[in-house]
Every structure is written in structure tokens, then in C-alpha cells.
């Protein structure tokens, strides 16, 4: 069975930047893509970008000058970035497995809250 | 204001059978295949359908998914109470190279 466990700060100030991790356990890290979506609050969910155990990664256009994703597959872990953050990245942000052409086992989410 | 779009609410009353739209265009649902996700309040989503109509291990054949051109339709019968959620579908977007969401509908069962 597939988990994602994820961390990272939960509160920022404008202009900060966001950092989260988040960690593999079973199935296999190297065979698989993984992904970053966030979800404002009462809101849909926007997807960030993907990876591969690689670091061979794609960016949401409307994100990418903001954003890194990478891997540290050693410890089968990934990592999100965004940097000068504003009100508006404020969200429940997810980690995701890709397979099977869908997004199939999220993480339990972190509430990230820009505030000043 | 997200790429494919979906109605905000819908609602039927237990027992019946309920539809949910998902429209997008040729560049995501037109040539890519369709996901489903149901997210229970303060939960992550959670995969219902992949590959436009497969159903992973668990999810009960009342649950079904179907796409014609560039809209796809998530398909609940025999509603139950606990099926209120909200119910998104997703897409990869070969134009865009992204993946693309709609805006989540809200089933509510009577």
C-alpha cells in the first residue's frame, strides 16, 4: 500500500518562500511520477507541476517562474518550492502519485496560509 | 476560472441515479484520458475513476465514467447519504502540457 507522508511550514508572510517535503512509503519511488496540486480554500484544485525519479519536471505556465520540484530518491522523497509568495498561493497543497494516467494516492494535505 | 468545467451543484434523492458533466475541448478530454475524484469535507480527494471508465480496486461498480468528444460524465446510482461530497474531474492538457481540473460539483442527496 501506497502512503504519502508530507510536511512544511504552515504559515508565511508575503514574499517568503513556501517549502514542503514529502516522503514515499511502499510501492516503488522510481517508476512513477509524482506531482504537487494545491486546493484554495473553497475552491478547485489547480495542479503545480510533476517529476520523475529523474528530476525531469513540468510546471504549471502559470506558476513556473515561481516554482522548483525536486527529488531526493535516495530517501524517496520530493519537494515543492514557491517562492515570493503572496495571499493568493494560500491553500491546502497536495502530494500526489501519478499512475495510471490519474493522480491516485494524495497525501493528507497541508494548509499553507500567507498572511502578513 | 479553470479549464474544464463542471456544474457547481447537483443533487437527487437517495436510491436514484445522478449524472455529472465535465466539458473541456479536444487539447485535454478530447485526447487525454478523463480522471474522477470524490473529497469528503476537510479530506483529500480520492481516485474514483481513471482512464476515462476504470474503476481502481475498491470503488463499487455503482460508480461509472464515460466521454464522448470533449466531454466526459460521471455516472452514481443508487445514491446513498454518505455519497455527498464534492466531486471533482481532471485531465492532462497537451497544449498547455499541464494538468487541468475542473471546478468540483457538489452532490448533495436529499
Known amino acids: 500500500q501506497v502512503q504519502q507522508q508530507q510536511w512544511g511550514a504552515g504559515l508565511l508572510k508575503p514574499s517568503e518562500t513556501l517549502s514542503l517535503t514529502c516522503a514515499v512509503y511502499?510501492?516503488?519511488?522510481?517508476?512513477?511520477?509524482w506531482s504537487w496540486i494545491r486546493q484554495p480554500p473553497g475552491k478547485g484544485l489547480e495542479w503545480i507541476g510533476q517529476?520523475?525519479?529523474?528530476?525531469?519536471?513540468t510546471y504549471n505556465p502559470s506558476l513556473k517562474s515561481r516554482v522548483t520540484i525536486s527529488v531526493d530518491t535516495s530517501k524517496s522523497q520530493f519537494s515543492l518550492k514557491v517562492t515570493s509568495v503572496t495571499a493568493a498561493d494560500t491553500a491546502v497543497y497536495y502530494c500526489?502519485?501519478?499512475?495510471?494516467?490519474?493522480?491516485?494516492?494524495w497525501g493528507q494535505g497541508t494548509l499553507v496560509t500567507v498572511s502578513a | 476560472q479553470s479549464v474544464l468545467t463542471q456544474p457547481p451543484s447537483v443533487s437527487a434523492a437517495p436510491g436514484q441515479k445522478v449524472t455529472i458533466s465535465c466539458s473541456g475541448s479536444t487539447s485535454n478530454i478530447g485526447n487525454n484520458y478523463v480522471s474522477w475524484y470524490v473529497q469528503l469535507p476537510g479530506t483529500a480527494p480520492k481516485l474514483l475513476i481513471y482512464?476515462?471508465?476504470r474503476r481502481p480496486s475498491g470503488i463499487p461498480d455503482r460508480f461509472s465514467g464515460s466521454k464522448s468528444g470533449t466531454s466526459a460524465t460521471l455516472g452514481i446510482t443508487g445514491l446513498q447519504i454518505g455519497d455527498e461530497a464534492d466531486y471533482h474531474c481532471g485531465a492532462w492538457d497537451s497544449s498547455l502540457s499541464a494538468g487541468v481540473f475542473g471546478g468540483g460539483t457538489k452532490l448533495t442527496v436529499l
Open positions: 500526489v502519485r501519478i499512475n495510471n494516467n490519474a493522480w491516485d494516492y
Open positions: 517529476s520523475n525519479h529523474f528530476g525531469s519536471t
Open positions: 511502499g510501492g516503488s519511488f522510481t517508476t512513477n511520477y
Open positions: 482512464e476515462d471508465n
